[in-house]
């Protein structure tokens, strides 16, 4: 032990180095939790202040255009777009 250095300066480094081992353990722990929380395969709910909801979506429907339909269509997006 160097005779000009005091025990607390001695003591300093090692309390730092023991508080970032003990930072990083933490972090670690943290973000293991937090990435098997977000996995997408869990089943619990994905945001719990929000209500479960009571039924499903209703499935998808498409319909087919007639070309007269189309062209009506494709007007309105011209004089829509002519408004900008």
């Known amino acids: ?5 005091s025990f607390l300066q001695l003591l300093g480094p090692v309390v730092l180095a023991l508080a970032a081992v003990l ?4 972090l670690t722990r943290v973000l293991r939790r937090a ?3 977000s996995s997408p395969w ?3 709910p994905a945001l719990s202040a929000l209500p479960q909801q009571r039924q ?3 499935e998808l429907e498409a ?7 189309r062209d009506a269509f494709a007007g309105l ?3 829509l777009g002519d408004g900008r």
């Open 1 to 5: 032990m160097p005779e000009h250095v």
């Open 23 to 26: 930072w990083v353990i933490g």
């Open 35 to 37: 990435r098997t929380e």
């Open 42 to 44: 869990r089943t619990g």
């Open 56 to 58: 499903p979506a209703p």
């Open 63 to 69: 319909v087919e255009l007639t070309p007269a339909e």
């Open 77 to 79: 997006v011209r004089q």
